[in-house]
């Protein structure tokens, strides 16, 4: 177990539709951040949260935005939702430092239809 | 930017043998390395963190080496098991802090 939660476990939406998944972060982990995996695929940087601003983001449109919370929480909020959407979502936590190891929720498992 | 690749795809095993799989990534300004296993389905279960100026990392059956100069690791597992079927994916960490991963290399190990 790495202390790192998410909700929900499984999800479906319809195109078009908003998302918020979330995330609950190892107490005194100050960095989070979100990953996509699509099926087959290694999981992408989406972006990444510290001390509840935005520190960088991979090659994800606007529409993919995030909010991180004072008490270790964390959200991935997804617009206009599109089939390429489907994918497991993943959050980690970490201390600030490049040379923390990361730790990872299970995971959501989001279905676009 | 950097780039990470994992040789083999997919690699089956009689249970018994010792087997190595490959890490290679483009950019050797890198921070740390990770080794995950992943189950069908489920998340990520972290194996072994090699800082950058460490040269291997070993936990039980498991041994993961570092050649930053050379972009590579691998990871070596021995005895394998049948409950050792699962993909294992390699990760590097850089400056920004974000993981950038390979594709994983997807291990069955046959009774």
């Known amino acids: 177990e790495t202390g790192v939660t998410q909700s929900p476990t499984h999800l479906i939406k319809t195109r078009g539709q908003q998302v918020t998944l979330r995330c609950s972060s190892q107490s005194g982990h100050n960095t989070v951040s979100w990953y996509q995996q699509a099926l087959g695929q290694g999981p992408q940087f989406i972006f990444q949260?510290?001390?509840?601003?935005?520190?960088g983001r991979g090659n994800f449109p606007p529409r993919f935005s995030g909010l991180q919370f004072p008490n270790y929480s964390s959200e991935l909020n997804v617009n206009a939702l599109e089939l390429d959407d489907s994918a497991l979502y993943l959050c980690?936590?970490?201390?600030?430092?490049?040379?923390?190891?990361?730790?990872f929720g299970p995971g959501t498992r989001l279905t676009v239809t | 930017k950097q780039e990470v690749t994992q040789i083999p795809a997919a690699l089956s095993v009689p249970e018994g043998e010792n087997l190595v799989l490959n890490c290679s990534f483009t950019?050797?300004?890198?921070?740390?390395l990770q080794w995950f296993r992943q189950d069908p389905g489920k998340g990520l279960t972290s194996l072994l963190l090699?800082?950058?100026?460490?040269r291997e990392q070993t936990s039980g059956r498991l041994n993961a080496s570092l050649d930053k100069s050379s972009g590579r690791s691998t990871l070596y597992i021995a005895a394998s098991q049948p409950g050792d079927s699962a993909t294992y994916l390699c990760?590097?960490?850089?400056?920004?802090?974000?993981?950038?991963f390979g594709s994983g290399t997807q291990l069955t190990v046959l009774p």
């Open positions: 990760a590097v960490s850089g400056s920004a802090r974000q993981l950038t």
């Open positions: 090699i800082q950058s100026s460490q």
């Open positions: 980690a936590s970490s201390l600030a430092h490049s040379r923390d190891e990361q730790y």
């Open positions: 950019d050797s300004a890198i921070y740390n």
């Open positions: 949260y510290y001390r509840e601003e935005e520190n």
